[in-house]
């Protein structure tokens, strides 16, 4: 992406407290959602939340999209590719089950920080293992904070 000043927010859906917006006007090969909501607005005005609480504040949200997803036939069947450590505070193989979406199969990869005179220099893969089934939804959980683990992964 080179010019993120194009790329605007466009409501999809507001149900049940639940608002989405796709992002647009850029060069994107995949779909990319931005969800909101008051548990996940909670969590970023309190970062004293951690461990299973914040795990708890994202289910409603993240069952809601899938929920809307599944309607608009976006979504029947998925891959999660869960990024460690923060894929563990992300409930996306919960909300799948709760949706009725069928998971064929959960990937892990870690990205871990490398450091240098004690700053942060970069991030490293240690560890992947990814598999896809044909014609199902790759699904990415993490819990952003930079979006530099994201973009890292995806290019590898």
């Known amino acids: 992406m080179k010019d993120w000043n194009e790329v605007v ?14 992002l647009d006007g850029g060069d994107y090969l995949n779909e990319y959602y931005i969800v909101s909501e ?7 005005n309190t970062p004293e939340i951690v461990g299973y609480e914040v795990y708890d504040c994202l289910i409603p949200s ?13 979504v029947t069947t998925a891959n999660i590719l869960s990024i460690l450590r923060g894929a563990l505070n992300y409930p996306l193989e919960e909300s799948c089950y ?13 990205s871990e920080r490398v450091f240098a005179d004690e700053e942060i220099e970069g991030l490293e893969i240690k560890y992947s293992k990814l598999t896809m089934v044909p014609d199902s939804t790759l699904m990415i959980g993490d819990i952003i904070a930079s979006g530099e683990t994201l973009i890292h992964c995806c290019v590898m």
């Open 9 to 22: 927010l466009v409501p999809e859906f507001n149900e049940q407290g639940v608002a989405c917006y796709r």
């Open 38 to 44: 008051a548990e996940t607005r909670k969590l970023l």
């Open 62 to 74: 993240t069952s809601q999209m899938l929920y809307y997803f599944k309607e608009q036939k976006k």
């Open 98 to 110: 709760r949706e009725h979406i069928r998971v064929h199969d959960i990937s892990f990869l870690s």
